[in-house]
């Protein structure tokens, strides 16, 4: 595949969305970098001008279907886009002894990394296939592959953005456009910072935004790492679901309730 030259990337303001803008930053690349936090935005879109990228920028919340829409397809006349990485989300989750999730919070989950998905990629179906070419990136988890008892709306969420990526992909491969899916498992990021439990084979969210990248541009369909954890979970899927349910309930996990609400 060629390179990738014009990007754009939700939830670039911190974490992973962060680390693969500096990742593709460097003089010919265009970037257009999303999040909410306007401070923080212009900060990493100041890094990535002086890796020599150029960059626009853009405070948006992905639950906001108009402005997101608008955003977009404004971007995609001006200068049309190789590549989309709807990556912004948030979780929440459970503590070991609450056995319900906030509903307001539930929702805010599913808005933003359901919604604010769907959100970030409808605008570009069309126009990626009418020019035969472009790519969507979609970044799923681990949690997506097996609901996590400490997690059931983050969990149900990613499951539902891969199902939606690989549906996707069938349908718009044949038309040139390329769609993968990003399985990450444990990135150090703020998101990542305030959940407790054990984090095996943990990344930096530099090593995390390398990976992908690579994958991004190899056109993978699936890019999953880190790949030990990645075969655990598939190998996992093969037993019993009660024996995974009894293995899962021994481990102590403690997902914060997200802050947000729907808006
Ligand atoms: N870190 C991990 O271990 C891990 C593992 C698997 C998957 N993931 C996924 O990776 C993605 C990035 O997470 P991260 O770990 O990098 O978290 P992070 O450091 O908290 O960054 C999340 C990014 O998403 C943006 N965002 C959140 N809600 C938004 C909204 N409603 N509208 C617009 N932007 C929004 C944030 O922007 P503002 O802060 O500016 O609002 C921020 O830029 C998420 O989809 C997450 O589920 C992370």
Redesign the pocket.
């Known amino acids: 595949m060629k390179p990738a030259r014009s990007i754009l990337i939700?939830?670039?303001?911190?974490?992973?969305?962060?680390a693969l803008a500096l990742a593709y930053a460097r003089p010919g690349v265009a970037l257009a970098l999303?999040?909410?936090?306007d401070d923080?935005?212009a900060a990493v879109a100041a890094a990535a001008r002086g890796q020599g990228a150029e960059v626009e920028t853009g405070v948006?919340?992905?639950?906001d279907q108009a402005a997101v829409a608008q955003w977009i397809a404004e971007l995609d006349q001006r200068r049309p886009l190789d590549l989309a990485v709807a990556?912004?989300?948030?979780?929440t989750g459970l503590a070991p002894s609450e056995i319900r999730e906030d509903p307001q919070a539930v929702r805010a989950v599913l808005?933003?990394?359901l919604i604010?998905v769907l959100n970030t990629v409808e605008p570009l179906i069309g126009p990626m296939c009418a020019r035969g070419r472009g790519q969507l990136a979609f970044?799923?988890?681990?949690?997506g592959l097996r609901g996590l008892p400490y997690a059931p709306a983050?969990s149900a969420a990613?499951a539902a953005v891969h199902t939606y990526a690989e549906s996707l992909r069938g349908r718009l491969e044949p038309r040139g456009v390329r769609v993968s899916l990003i399985i990450?498992?444990?990135?150090?990021?703020?998101?990542?910072a305030r959940i407790e439990a054990m984090k095996p084979f943990e990344l930096s969210?530099a090593e995390a935004a390398r990976i992908i990248r690579r994958g991004l541009d190899r056109g993978q369909a699936v890019v999953a790492f880190p790949w030990q954890l990645y075969l655990a979970t598939r190998l996992a899927r093969a037993l019993p679901a009660r024996l995974i349910d009894k293995i899962m309930a021994r481990i102590e996990v403690n997902v914060p309730e997200t802050q947000?609400r729907v808006p």
């Open positions: 939700t939830g670039a303001s911190s974490g992973i969305g962060r999303t999040g909410r936090d923080r935005l948006l919340d992905v639950r990556n912004a989300g948030i979780t808005g933003a990394n604010g970044v799923g988890s681990m949690a983050y990613k990450a498992g444990f990135v150090k990021t703020p998101l990542n969210d947000e």
